[in-house]
């Protein structure tokens, strides 16, 4: 009687052992696929929603490792469905590592249809948008590179958007 009680046990305790390591290694495997392995920057940052200054730059650090390789640049854009406008324009400066400043790039940014639907991801006031800026950029010089971005709309102060960001990931 010992003898079968022990071996039920022990085949129970291996059920048991086997359940948790499956579990364990299913689990490390949507941890490790989940995970974009061609982003190198993804960062938002907060603006003032009711007033936005056009003096009021953000700023965004990227250190650049690999010169041999081409990337992709998205801003992303956080707006209420209280912006007053369908678009947005920005104005950015690149700093290089050598501090060499690049010529000032203006981006337009469309947040709505032509038929005033808004465009971007969610289900109450705020939307999530991703565009799409620069494809095939080439950094290089290795370091860090400073992004300096800044509302360019005719307004001094905007409302209705919440963050900006920069996202830059390995071209595919």
């Given at each position: 009687m010992k003898t079968l009680l022990a071996n039920m046990r022990e085949k129970t305790y291996d059920v048991f052992v086997k359940?948790?390591?499956?579990?364990?290694f299913v689990c490390l495997f949507f941890v490790f696929c989940s995970c974009n392995s061609n982003v190198?920057?993804?960062?938002n940052k907060s603006v003032d929603e009711k007033a936005w200054a056009a003096k009021d730059k953000v700023y965004y650090q990227v250190d650049i490792k690999n010169?041999?390789?081409?990337y992709k640049v998205a801003l992303?854009?956080?707006?209420?469905t209280d912006y007053p406008y369908s678009n947005i324009y920005f104005f950015m400066n690149t700093i290089l590592p050598d501090g060499t400043i690049t010529k000032r790039d203006t981006i337009e940014c469309y947040l709505a249809y032509p038929d005033g639907t808004w465009k971007g991801k969610g289900s109450s006031k705020v939307r999530d948008n991703r565009f799409w800026i620069a494809k095939n950029v080439e950094f290089k010089q290795q370091g860090r590179y400073v992004f300096e971005l800044y509302q360019a709309?005719?307004?001094?102060?905007?409302?209705?958007?919440?963050?900006?960001?920069?996202?830059?990931?390995y071209q595919d």
């Open positions: 359940t948790h390591r499956l579990c364990l190198i920057y993804d960062e010169t041999a390789m081409k992303n854009v956080r707006n209420t709309t005719t307004d001094t102060t905007l409302s209705g958007i919440v963050d900006v960001g920069l996202h830059i990931e």
